[in-house]
């Protein structure tokens, strides 16, 4: 079964950092280029950022609104991708999903976990 | 950046009835990669439609998509119970993804 499985969310302060995962099973997760895409309680969805796969040069990109203060990442030999994200504002409350388009796993996205900053 | 208007925001419907959903692009979208998806309260998206028109896999065939360049349209033939939910568009480039605000469609 095809699965994207999210961690690492929790209450952290204005300012403060968190790592997300994205652990992935039941397909080639090396060829899938992947995304974060976030929600904020009751408001649409927002994309924060993609890694290529690295036979296409493992590049990331990032939305506006978090580009130099998060980090996207991915190991292979554990089927994962991560979510670093430094300098917390109130504004980056939200369940944060991983997904991908890639063919290998056209559609397929986690359940999200949720990340509220507040003091 | 690709801007995407949905419209309308709110369609109130009954099971049964036809239900056509727009979505514009602020510039053309290259290959047609605009993707719709359905979400549910406390539910991950769920992918409907891909490159305009391509259903998902399991999708049922009720869900169509249509349209290039600029004008997309996602048309559920007749409204089950389960359809009531909200819709995003969806933009996938080469560099960024974009999203529309969304249109929810409710029971009237």
Redesign the interface.
Known sequence: EVQLVESGGGLVKPGGSLRLSCAASGFTFSNAWMNWVRQAPGKGLEWVGRIKSKSDGGTTDYAAPVKGTFTISRDDSKNTMYLQMNSLKTEDTAVYYCTTLSSVARGTWGQGTLVTVSS | EIVLTQSPGTLSLSPGERATLSCRASQSVSGSYL?W?Q?KPGQ????LI?VASSR??GIPDRFSGSGSGTDFTLTISRLEPEDFAVY?C?H?GS????????TKVEIK
């Open positions: 993707a998806y979400q991950a998206p769920r992918l891909y998902a896999t995003y969806q996938y560099s960024s993804w974009t999203f529309g605000q969304g």
